[in-house]
């Protein structure tokens, strides 16, 4: 996103095509339409991402830009068919599911991770995120078992600091 | 016909102009600048600026006017801003506006205690009331236009409410060109029809901004 903001063609494909299967489990999830209702919503969300992406904001997490986009696509589309939609249905399409919770909390964590030093978040990333143990991680990342233990306990604290600073 | 997705990307691909930093601001900035423009040539040469704005403006009046009308066009500037990009942000911070609001009822009160209640008329309807709020709201239009343009590549989702903002950062931007028009004096004058006014204009923009802003 931030290559295509700066007028990369090539990043701005790759961010493109990289929407296009999130954007399709995003609308097929909602509408139990029929697939050309959802490529048509598809390709206005992407349209949109392409010429409004003035608004988003490089501070703020893509994933809530994007899917909020999308639910605005989603029920200018009801809107416009005049269709009416049951109202505990409409309740689901405004709450954030937990698939998309799952890709915002990604990008998050992502993101924290890349503030943390390399071996910090190396170390996180193979304990916490894969599930190795401690002696698997040591050997991956060829680094002694304590200093992974220390590695993991350090990070985890930044962590928690700047995830602490933020909600302040 | 029909384009498939990846024909679509391609094309969308082909036309990346770089944006520059703050893109969403510099376009917020050109539509309030080219209304305000426009709203600034109406009030000097159709209404014309007073004539004694260099004295008025050594005045306290002048400033009482200019930094209520000022005050609340930044704030509606500020959350038209937000409501611009589709992730709104909270927007409880808005109820900050009903500190010039207060500050303005204080100041009137404290200027009709000091006057005889004989004169409280005069000073609440001034020499102009009859028109001081359709002016505002006229000299909002144009801006309340520039905004518009500004919003065609934008993405507000909450289109009742940026219409809203939109209409009040118009109508007391608006007024602030006005104020170098209008000679009235007393606060309780430009409590009422000042703000009469700027309601209008977002009253306006509330109406108008779920057809006007969609996309």
Redesign the interface.
């Known amino acids: 996103m931030i290559g295509?903001?700066?007028?990369?063609?090539?990043a701005?494909?790759a961010l493109?095509?990289a929407l296009?299967p999130i954007l399709r489990a995003f609308y097929r999830r909602r509408m139990h339409g029929r697939e050309?209702d959802i490529?048509d919503l598809?390709?206005e969300t992407?349209?949109?991402v392409?010429?409004?992406?003035?608004?988003?904001?490089p501070d703020?997490p893509f994933t809530?830009?994007l899917f909020?986009?999308a639910?605005?696509k989603m029920i200018?589309g009801f809107r416009r068919q005049g269709r009416f939609v049951a109202i505990g249905d409409f309740d689901d399409m405004l709450v954030e599911d937990s698939h998309e919770e799952a890709s915002n909390a990604q990008a998050d964590v992502a993101r924290l991770l890349a503030a943390l030093p390399d071996k910090q978040a190396d170390a996180i990333r193979a304990t916490r995120l894969e599930g190795l143990s401690t002696h698997e991680a040591a050997r991956r990342l060829a680094l002694g078992e304590s200093d992974v233990k220390v590695s993991v306990h350090r990070g985890l604290k930044a962590l928690a600091a700047r995830v602490r600073d933020t909600w302040k | 016909m029909e384009m498939n997705s990846e024909d679509l990307i391609a094309t969308l691909a082909q036309d990346v102009r770089p944006l520059r930093r703050h893109a969403l601001a510099r376009r917020l900035l050109a539509g309030l600048l080219a209304g305000g423009v426009a709203t600034a040539l109406i009030v000097g040469c159709a209404l014309g600026f007073r004539p004694d704005l260099w004295l008025a403006m050594h005045g306290s009046p002048f400033w009482v006017k200019w930094i209520y009308t000022a005050s609340l066009a930044l704030c509606a500037t500020r959350a038209t801003a937000s409501l611009a990009r589709p992730d709104t942000p909270r927007m409880g911070w808005m109820w900050i506006m009903v500190v010039p609001v207060l500050g303005l009822v204080a100041i009137s009160m404290a200027e009709l205690a000091e006057a005889p209640p004989a004169q409280w008329l005069a000073m609440w309807l001034g020499g102009s009331w009859k028109v001081c709020s359709s002016l505002v709201l006229l000299l909002s239009l144009p801006i309340f236009g520039g905004l518009l343009w500004s919003f065609r590549r934008l993405a507000p989702t909450r289109l009742r409410l940026a219409g809203a903002t939109a209409g009040l950062s118009a109508g007391a931007w608006g007024a602030t060109l006005y104020c170098l028009h209008c000679p009235e004096v007393s606060a309780i004058f430009v409590l009422t029809w000042y703000s009469l006014g700027i309601a209008l204009a977002s009253l306006l923009g509330a109406a108008l901004g779920p057809r006007l802003l969609r996309w």
Do not use: K, M, S
């Not at chain 1, 295509?4 to 090539?10: E, F, I, S, V």
């Not at chain 1, 392409?50 to 904001?57: C, G, K, L, M, V």
């Open positions: 295509g903001l700066a007028g990369n063609p090539a701005h494909d493109l095509r296009l050309e490529e598809v390709q992407l349209i949109a392409h010429q409004r992406r003035a608004t988003y904001d703020r809530g830009w909020a986009i639910r605005y200018d």
